[in-house]
């Protein structure tokens, strides 16, 4: 049967239908546990650079930007890991891939700038950078992801 032969409700039904179907991202266990691990972490490492990244209320903005940046991939990864959506991975993987130089630079920051050496920032680092190792590995078609061509 061909899309001209159907009535145009259930075209339109069976093509929102695809759509939600192909936006579907397959996770395996390993990979939703290292990115909830990481995503606890890093919502640890978000508090803890917050609490000791300041000299009398004053922080540098790259020290502020990676704070944010660290939140936004909390909240965007446990959507992703929840939801299982494309478009949430991509958002997920795109805001910790920016956030790892932010990163870096907001120990720099706040290590040049106030004289603070919060190490957090660095563990933060390393949260993001498995983030975005994992939600890339997923949304690359299958048989890219087992190394096949």
């Known amino acids: 049967m061909s899309a001209l032969d159907m009535e ?37 490492v978000c508090l803890a650079s917050w609490l000791t990244s300041d000299v009398d209320g004053h922080r540098t903005l790259l020290s502020q930007l990676a704070i944010g940046l660290g939140v936004a991939a909390v909240v965007a990864s446990a959507a992703a890991a929840t939801m299982r959506r494309f478009g949430w991975c991509w958002l997920a993987a795109a805001i910790s891939a920016i956030a790892v130089p932010l990163s870096v630079l907001g120990y720099w920051s706040a290590q040049t700038g106030l004289g603070v050496g919060s190490y957090w ?25 087992r190394g096949q061509r």
């Open 121 to 145: 920032f660095l563990i933060g680092t390393l949260c993001h950078a498995v983030l975005v190792g994992n939600w890339v590995r997923c949304a690359l078609p299958p048989e890219h992801a």
């Open 8 to 44: 145009p409700g259930l075209a339109r039904s069976l093509r929102r239908i695809e759509r939600r179907v192909l936006a579907e991202v397959p996770l395996s266990a390993n990979v939703v546990r290292s990115i909830w691990a990481a995503v606890a972490v890093l919502a640890c």
